[in-house]
């Protein structure tokens, strides 16, 4: 596909198409939990099918992405995209017909493929409209500030939306945001030119495989469940014959040199240390404040706010730190703020509120930039041919580190509280094995984003420094 596009404007149509696409990722599964219990009821529904209403949709996604965008660089990511679309249009209009709790499961998990096939071509699309480093920029930080608008809104949409209408309205509204999406993005891009490579079957079941056990072991961990250690066993198998096939395949689905580039490798690391602190931290604070420091759901909402507002009103920061820093400074500095903010609650959130709203503040400001700037950096950092697994490649870091980031907070509570978290009127010595596993946490999640962000920073440098003798 020609870059031809000089403004943000000329591209209007395909920016619209390309939003609407990150909208339903974002969109989907925050405007859904507020329904859960309803759907419980309605659907008598146990705990655990409750539980995979959510978690299918999110398994299959984070599954399928590197899969899927090796296969949208092999036969063209606006075909796959146009595809994909019309599986979320179709799979969303059979929720009007679900019956059972089993059903419903099946309709997010045809969602979760639909997610698969077009979020990643989406920044991919969005990267290749224009030439200009800052215009990838600012278009990318467009086409996500609309996703995390849709994240912010969606459960107090969703709530608004429960009073009036049924259960059923949360995921109906998926089918005019693909027919918008669809149009934006036939009409508005040009079918790209598909690589030559072959596909990598074996490669992409085994990558598939990888992620999927990676995603299902830690909420096996929380359960208490023996199998977990079975997935886990099995997600490090597969991952060693992923690695052995992708060195040894004459087309890789994931060409490891590839990542290896410092441009790349930077950049994964920065995305997956955002993603692990900021689902971390906000699981954490949010039994904090519910639990710990007995606030309401609603008063809980409106403690997350100082989050939501720079997430949402943080774009503004992407460009003047692009342009004054660079690219490859902006991605370490924002995500060294990240790793600030997880020290600044691991060590003082436990003594007020105050301390928690900076903990979100420079976390979410963090995430917000490198959300943008490593996405961008990873794709600089491909062949032109590529960029659509690089993409797949940032989502997948994304997704995985979340999960890991709620598995290892939970468990780290679970091993330090004595008797149910959830049963009311904690005894002092629960209150004190609370906070001091709210502490360990943190802090573990400080060392583990530390060590993300210092990877990334020494790759970093070292493209500083080539630049530098290029010079």
């Known amino acids: 596909m020609d870059t031809e596009q000089s403004s943000l404007r000329e591209a209007w149509v395909a920016l619209a198409g390309l939003s609407a696409v990150f ?37 299959v996604f984070g599954g399928l992405m590197l899969a899927f965008g090796a296969v949208a660089d092999r036969y063209g990511r606006r075909r796959v995209m146009l595809i994909g679309l019309v599986l979320l249009g179709v799979a969303s209009l059979a929720t009007a017909f679900v019956g059972t709790a089993e059903e419903l499961i099946a309709v997010r998990v045809a969602m979760g493929v639909a997610a698969a096939m077009t979020t990643p071509g989406s920044m991919a699309l969005a990267f290749r409209l224009f030439d200009d480093d800052a215009l990838r920029v600012r278009a990318t930080t467009l086409i996500s500030t609309v996703g995390l608008v849709g994240l912010a809104i969606g459960p107090t949409a969703g709530g608004f939306v429960l009073a009036v209408a049924p259960w059923q309205a949360l995921l109906l509204v998926n089918v005019p945001i693909a027919m918008l999406a669809f149009v934006g993005v036939s009409r508005g891009i040009r079918p790209d030119q598909p690589s030559k490579t072959g596909l990598d079957v074996a490669g992409a079941l085994l990558g598939t495989l990888t992620i999927v056990l990676a995603l299902v072991a830690p909420t096996l961990f929380v359960r208490g469940e023996t199998t977990a250690w079975v997935a886990t066993a099995g997600a490090v198998v597969a991952a060693v014959l992923f690695v052995f096939r992708e060195r040894t395949a004459q087309h890789p689905l994931l060409d490891l040199e590839l990542v290896a580039r410092p441009l790349v490798s930077s950049g994964l690391a920065f995305k997956a240390a955002a993603g692990l602190a900021t689902a971390g931290l906000g699981y954490l604070v949010t039994l904090q404040l519910q639990l710990d420091w007995g606030w309401s759901p609603g008063q809980a909402a409106l403690g997350m ?9 943080g774009g503004a920061l992407v460009r003047p730190l692009m342009e004054k820093l660079g690219l490859d400074r902006a991605a370490w500095i924002s995500a060294t703020a990240v790793v600030v903010g997880l020290a600044v609650y691991g060590v003082l959130g436990r003594f007020g509120y105050g301390w928690v709203a900076l903990a979100l503040v420079l976390v979410a400001a963090g995430m917000r930039v490198v959300g943008v700037v490593a996405g ?10 590529r960029t659509t697994i690089g993409a797949a490649l940032v989502d997948t870091a994304s997704e995985v580190t979340t999960g890991v980031g709620i598995a290892a907070t939970g468990t780290i509570l679970a091993a330090m509280f004595t008797g149910s978290i959830a049963t009311a009127g904690w005894s002092v010595q ?24 210092g990877w990334g920073f020494r790759r970093t440098t070292q ?7 290029d010079a």
Do not use: C, K
């Open 430 to 453: 629960q209150t004190a094995e609370f906070r001091n596993a709210v502490t360990v946490a943190g802090l573990t999640l400080t060392v583990v984003a530390a060590a993300l962000v």
């Open 376 to 385: 961008v950096n990873v794709l600089r950092g491909l062949p032109e041919d």
């Open 23 to 59: 909208l339903f990722e974002m969109l989907d599964n925050s405007i859904l939990n507020v329904a859960l219990p309803t759907i419980g009821r309605e659907l008598h529904a146990s705990t655990t099918a409750l539980q995979w209403v959510t978690g299918a949709y999110a398994v």
């Open 305 to 313: 706010l100082p989050q939501v507002v720079v997430l949402v009103a």
């Open 463 to 469: 493209v500083l420094r080539n630049v530098g003798s």
